[in-house]
């Protein structure tokens, strides 16, 4: 059984990420949504909240399993038995920054892959931190995010 870990902070998670999901599954048997904090980046939802509107937005989907990330990602991925990590790539801006993490994990362990998977045009340039802007001066997130994200973050900015 072939699982892949798609890492990150899914502050909240976008259609973005969940195109990314699907598309995994075509490949992989398995895909575990790790749920990590950015030290770069201050979160607006709990972790709690942020698995439980993953797993709304992935109840379509078979053989998804949502976690949280303890510690460095490298040591979470071998304490699942896994090797492959999972990335999404949209424009070229994310590319060295992806291109250093995931040769760093290989560093770290020799095991590790790091599997890119190229978004649909749609959502190329779609982030969270966007989502999170366009929400908090209330305009309409709804073509990018599954609908129980677009009603939380209503929640967040009444
Ligand atoms: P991180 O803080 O780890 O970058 P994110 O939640 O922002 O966490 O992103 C997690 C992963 O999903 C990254 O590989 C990122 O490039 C990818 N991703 C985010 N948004 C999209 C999108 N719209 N299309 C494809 N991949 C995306």
Redesign the pocket.
């Given at each position: 059984m072939k699982t892949a870990i798609?890492?990150?902070?899914?502050?909240p998670?976008?259609?973005?990420?969940v195109?990314?999901i699907e598309r995994a599954l075509k490949i992989f048997d398995k895909v575990i949504i790790a749920i990590?904090d950015?030290p770069?980046?201050k979160s607006l939802f709990s972790t709690e909240e942020r698995a439980d509107m993953i797993k709304e937005s992935t109840k379509h989907l078979k053989n998804v399993e949502v976690d949280k990330i303890e510690g460095l990602l490298s040591d979470y991925v071998k304490k699942k038995n896994c090797s492959i990590i999972?990335?999404?790539?949209?424009a070229i801006s994310?590319f060295e920054?992806?291109f250093q993490r995931a040769l760093m994990n290989r560093q770290l362990d020799s095991d590790i892959e790091t599997v890119?998977?190229?978004?649909?045009h749609n959502?190329?340039?779609?982030?969270?931190?966007v989502v999170k802007e366009i929400a908090m001066f209330k305009g309409s997130v709804k073509q990018f995010v599954p609908e129980i994200v677009e009603k939380k973050l209503k929640e967040k900015f009444i």
């Open positions: 798609y890492p990150g902070s899914f502050d998670i976008t259609k973005g990420h195109d990314v990590g950015n770069e980046k999972l990335r999404g790539l949209r994310d920054f992806e890119f998977i190229m978004t649909k959502y190329v340039y779609l982030n969270s931190s």
